[in-house]
């Protein structure tokens, strides 16, 4: 079955970086778009970064513009997300989502705590 399973959240510090990665399964990753999302408490789900199937196309939320970087490894089935100089309201819990058609799947998701 379709399985994404996000990894390296933690606790960083203002102004540190960190790569988020979503290891996917059951499904043909290399047609699939991907996305990440995240989540704060009390906030609705946003999107983060869009990646398409060849990474060619790629977009991002603008809170994240020139911070965060969305990229994929095919051959790994794998998406990441570099976030660099990060901020206390990019703490949330960060999801992947994968776009087979008109089906969508999501992770379990990766927590990330920014604070000093």
């Known amino acids: 079955q379709v399985q994404l399973v996000e990894s390296g959240g933690g606790l960083v510090q203002p102004g540190g970086s960190r790569r988020l990665s979503c290891a996917a399964s059951?499904?043909?990753?290399?047609?699939?778009?991907m996305s990440w999302y995240r989540q704060a408490p009390g906030k609705e789900r946003e999107l983060v970064a869009v990646?398409?199937?060849?990474?060619?196309?790629?977009n991002y939320a603008e809170s994240v513009q020139g911070r965060f970087a969305i990229s994929r490894d095919n051959a790994k089935n794998t998406v990441y997300l570099n976030m660099n100089n990060l901020k206390s309201e990019d703490a949330a819990v960060y999801y992947c989502?994968?776009?087979?058609?008109?089906?969508?799947?999501w992770g379990q998701g990766t927590q990330v705590t920014v604070s000093s």
């Open positions: 990646i398409s199937i060849d990474g060619t196309y790629r």
């Open positions: 059951g499904f043909t990753f290399s047609r699939s778009g």
């Open positions: 989502k994968a776009r087979l058609g008109s089906a969508e799947y």
